[in-house]
């Protein structure tokens, strides 16, 4: 399945130190040029990074560039996905997702990474709690509502 990711999603799970988990899960990431630079931006965590370099195929989107009036990472990530025929894009921006969404890409978040790392049993329902409240403390944005709604999920789930 070809994956296309956003800078976000990168970034916070390079925050909490589980970009590997997703190249577990994801061999290869394609992320457009804005992304990378976004990501080489990253102050506090550029070697790191730039240790998982090898699992992303940086590329620009072919064919005709559509204008989302998203950020421009985002706008870049969803014609890349578009254009690749991606299986899977990752988005954590509310807007980007909704019109990746309408535009008929299937759509996962960080926390639905966290989600997909406790299925494939990477991580267990104490380790997601804890990565759930680093990703907060790294400045994750989630408002209490969905943070209760992913606790009850995260209950639900048989050990």
Do not use: W
């Amino acid at each position: 399945m070809i994956v296309v990711s956003n800078t976000s999603p990168l970034i916070f799970l390079g925050k909490i130190k589980k970009l590997g988990l997703l190249l577990h899960l994801y061999k290869k990431i394609h992320i457009p040029p804005m992304v990378l630079e976004e990501l080489l931006r990253e102050k506090d965590g550029i070697a790191y990074f730039e240790a998982f370099m090898p699992s992303f195929t940086v590329e620009k989107a072919g064919g005709k560039i559509l204008d989302l009036q998203l950020h421009g990472g985002e706008t870049e990530a969803i014609n890349l996905a578009l254009s690749k025929k991606a299986g899977l894009i990752l988005l954590d921006d509310h807007k980007a997702r909704i019109v990746a969404k309408n535009m008929g890409l299937n759509v996962k978040g960080t926390l639905g990474l966290l989600f997909a790392f406790l299925d494939k049993k990477l991580i267990n329902k104490n380790e997601f709690r804890i990565l759930l409240d680093n990703l907060i403390k790294a400045d994750f944005r989630i408002s209490i509502e969905l943070y209760n709604e992913v606790l009850i999920q995260l209950d639900r789930i048989k050990p």
